[in-house]
């Protein structure tokens, strides 16, 4: 891409505060981005073939929405901590195998797409972010989710098309949990915890492509305890 353009690009990211720049092939985070670190709030490098996000990274303190999804990345810089408004981190589609500890310093977090990684244990040290939504961990390599899972304060966590068979009970736990989707994994009936249906606020709970037919959920018990949850959600948003 040539000098120009980027250069245009960066004029206007300087009102704006936005920086979009998808599916050019660029194999770097641009160096030029760190004259922005003031005032850059939006960045967008999707679909390039970006391998390292630079420690540089923790220097754009007004950032509130960083996306890298389809690139090449192997890991995250623990600098990432530093980004103390950051609202949305969209990663999906990179060869990411594990997090960084600092992930739980960015308390604005709302949104944490993950999905289409190499990352083969479920992250623990996120239970720090009050203000998570959405936690999409699908297309991953996760067999087993830990009783760690109960800190996470998500109202949706997605895990399908992972490699799950063990699901802790204290998943049930979790304060905020309204949606967990376990889509195509490796579940059997028996590893369903009772207490996810009787005792929990979730209200979708999606386990279609498991070890078992989705009908048997319907002789544990608790089950109709969740249907009233599932009812009530349903006639909400009617």
């Known amino acids: 891409m040539g000098n120009s353009a980027l250069k245009s690009h960066l004029e206007t990211s300087q009102k704006t505060g936005v920086f979009q720049l998808t599916g050019k092939g660029l194999q770097e985070f641009p160096e030029e981005l760190q004259r922005l670190t003031a005032n850059l709030r939006t960045v967008d490098l999707s679909g390039n073939k970006i391998e390292v996000l630079p420690a540089a990274v923790g220097n754009f303190l007004q950032m509130k929405s960083l996306t890298l999804n389809s690139n090449?990345?192997?890991?995250?810089?623990?600098?990432?901590?530093?980004?103390?408004?950051?609202?949305?981190?969209?990663?999906?589609?990179?060869?990411?195998?594990?997090?960084?500890?600092?992930?739980?310093?960015?308390?604005?977090?709302?949104?944490?797409?993950?999905?289409?990684?190499?990352?083969?244990?479920?992250?623990?040290?996120?239970?720090?972010?009050?203000?998570?939504?959405?936690?999409?961990?699908?297309?991953?390599?996760?067999?087993?989710?830990?009783?760690?899972?109960?800190?996470?304060?998500?109202?949706?966590?997605?895990?399908?098309?992972?490699?799950?068979?063990?699901?802790?009970?204290?998943?049930?736990?979790?304060?905020?949990?309204?949606?967990?989707?376990?889509?195509?994994?490796?579940?059997?009936?028996?590893?369903?915890?009772?207490?996810?249906?009787?005792?929990?606020?979730?209200?979708?709970?999606?386990?279609?492509?498991?070890?078992?037919?989705v009908k048997k959920l319907r002789d544990l018990e608790g089950y109709d305890k969740y249907m009233e949850r599932f009812t009530a959600t349903k006639k909400k948003f009617a």
Request: hydrophobic share 40%; proline share 5%.
């Open 72 to 213: 090449k990345l192997t890991e995250i810089p623990a600098e990432i901590g530093k980004l103390k408004k950051l609202e949305t981190l969209s990663l999906n589609g990179n060869r990411i195998q594990q997090l960084p500890p600092t992930l739980g310093q960015l308390k604005a977090l709302r949104t944490l797409n993950l999905s289409g990684n190499q990352i083969s244990e479920f992250p623990s040290g996120l239970g720090t972010l009050r203000q998570l939504d959405l936690l999409d961990l699908s297309r991953n390599q996760i067999h087993n989710v830990p009783a760690v899972v109960s800190e996470l304060q998500a109202i949706e966590i997605n895990l399908n098309q992972n490699q799950i068979s063990v699901l802790s009970a204290e998943v049930s736990r979790c304060p905020r949990l309204k949606v967990l989707r376990l889509e195509e994994n490796c579940l059997e009936l028996s590893s369903i915890p009772v207490s996810i249906l009787n005792e929990s606020q979730v209200s979708l709970f999606s386990v279609e492509g498991n070890l078992f037919e």
